[in-house]
């Protein structure tokens, strides 16, 4: 039988990428899978592949009338909710001297604060047999590079929250992990002006593939990792390591 049989799944940021890359692993694991996106269209187009187990949302992950609305369409279509991924990012790059507020916010609503509205929502319906959380982050969190402070932030705090969900949720059986990607073969890698200018350099064989972490999430969303809870697993051929 497969690892997410029977099990509900939320992926934010499903549309394209990490996203869908983890939507179709957890659906070829078994589990229905809700694919919220800001782009319901886009989101759809993953999804119909899948077949009848999936349902495209859209869902704005800064707004949080769209993170409760996106839980409870789940809840309607499939009656419970097992398993959240926080996969919805936004990175963008300016000098530390030229972030504005505005700026910030943009950032952290997205990268941070929509992370933590969906934990939120798992808390809320998650039920007796509680379920796992696993939150997409970054190696930014812990060794960056220039001009993208507010994501690097954002991520040093999503692993900040996943501490903090695994604490809280131990009683309710709830886990928590965070995954943190290395360089992964998306436009988000490729469209960094760092890479572009010649600033970063990136080896080929640093570069992963979306399919890489969405291996690794559906372990930790999965029975697998029943006795893993608060860790952050950088998923990045060990580019960390080595930095």
Known sequence: MPRLHGRVAIVTGAGSGIGAAIARRLAGEGASVVLADLDEARAKSVAEPLGVKTLAVACNVAEEADVAACAGRALAAFGRLDVVVNNAGLMTFKPLGEWTADDWNKVLAVDLVGAAMFVREAFRHMGEDGGAI????????????????????????????????????????????????????????WENPNLKSGAEVIAPEDVGKPEDIAAAVAFLASDDARFVTGAALAVDGGRLAKL
Request: glycine residues 6%; hydrophobic residues 45%; contains cysteine.
């Open 134 to 189: 696993v939150n997409v982050a970054s190696v930014h969190a812990e060794r960056t590079t220039a001009s993208c402070a507010p994501y690097s932030a954002a991520k040093a705090g999503l692993l900040s929250l996943t501490r903090t969900a695994s604490i809280e949720g131990r009683a309710r059986k709830i886990r928590a992990n965070a995954v943190l990607p290395g360089a992964i073969d998306t436009p988000m890698l």
